[in-house]
């Protein structure tokens, strides 16, 4: 709906250049410009009924990073079990080929050593999840913030209560969504909700929110 003249989206572009969530995704080369588009197509079939083609793309994109899976809560909460069984589908097909070209051995490792090494960014002040503000304010192991205590229980009590806590009230408000304009706040919340309870959020993982 916006009319806006040359100048106008000159200048917005101008400004999407300049923003840090598009800096840090041409800087480390991140997948997030084909999250977006996927996010885009599965918001655009979610809000048009098409639940299996939506819940496709959902696997299609957890295949690529695990965080945006949580998207999967639509159609949870919607009970829509075909496209569920579309998700589990589209993730399973994926791994399946990249398993035929790359070898089981990348999943181990994947799961073995990647994951774990991933633990010691939880607490970097970059991190805007939920994981990573209860880590900062509570642990701090790695120096890049400076707790109020050191109390790792404390930080893990309140991730899962405030995760736990998030997905309930998302899963709430997409339960009672009715009509497409309910329908894209419905959606809109669990695009938060996937930022909010994902063990690291980065900066860039924002170029989604578009």
Request: glycine share 10%.
């Amino acid at each position: 709906g916006l009319n806006g003249g040359w100048g106008f989206w000159l200048a917005t572009f101008t400004l999407a250049l300049a923003t840090a969530p598009l800096t840090a995704q041409c800087f480390y080369g991140q997948l997030n410009c084909l999250l977006l588009l996927l996010t885009a197509s599965i918001w655009l079939s979610w809000r048009h009924g098409w639940f299996r083609t939506a819940g496709a793309l959902i696997g299609l994109a957890a295949a690529v990073k695990l965080f945006p899976a949580f998207l999967g809560i639509v159609l949870l909460a919607k009970r829509r079990w075909d496209g569920v069984a579309a998700t589990a589908a589209a993730f399973l097909a994926a791994g399946a080929v990249t398993v035929s070209i790359l070898g089981w051995e990348t999943y181990r490792d994947y799961v073995t050593i990647v994951m774990p090494a991933l633990q010691q960014y939880q607490n970097w002040w970059t991190n805007a999840s939920l994981w990573g503000f209860f880590m900062k304010l509570f642990d701090g192991p790695d120096g890049h913030t400076v707790p109020l205590c050191h109390c790792l229980l404390t930080a893990r009590v309140l991730i899962g209560l405030t995760c736990l806590a998030v997905t309930v009230t998302t899963y709430l408000r997409i339960r009672r969504t009715d009509g497409i304009a309910d329908r894209d706040l419905g959606f809109a919340a669990a695009m938060w909700g996937m930022f909010l309870v994902s063990p690291i959020t980065w900066d860039h993982y924002f170029l989604m929110a578009i």
